[in-house]
């Protein structure tokens, strides 16, 4: 199992943007579920964007048109590319890897998690 470790989080005014990254080393392009999380103080963690073993991606309503997820296989890197951000949008971020969705929403196959914050 391979630690995952998010970065690109932080502080944006509304409809500023965001990168996120996260390396997944070791885990090949198609053979796993990838996807972003994100969980707000209060609230259950949610799904945010997913990207499955046949590439394709499926995006929570509310961020549809405006956050895509990608990865590219020379970095082996998972991203997730957030623009126009409102402060709905404000969690802290998960990106999570794993053989099956099943598997995918337990967070023990998802990083620490990187804080985003729009005011």
């Known amino acids: 199992h391979v630690q995952l470790v998010e970065s690109g989080g932080g502080s944006v005014q509304a409809g500023g943007s965001l990168r996120l990254s996260c390396p997944a080393f070791g885990y090949i392009h198609r053979s796993y579920y990838m996807a972003w999380f994100r969980q707000a103080p209060g609230r259950e963690a949610e799904e945010v964007a997913r990207?499955?073993?046949?590439?394709?991606?499926t995006y929570l309503e509310s961020v549809k048109g405006r956050f895509t997820i990608s990865q590219d296989d020379a970095s082996n890197t998972l991203y997730l590319q957030m623009n126009s951000l409102n402060a709905n949008d404000t969690a802290t971020y998960y990106c999570?890897?794993?053989?099956?969705?099943?598997?995918?929403?337990?967070?023990?196959?998802w990083g620490q998690g990187t804080q985003v914050t729009v005011s």
């Open positions: 999570a890897v794993a053989r099956s969705l099943t598997a995918l929403r337990l967070s023990q196959n």
């Open positions: 990207l499955d073993t046949s590439d394709v991606t």
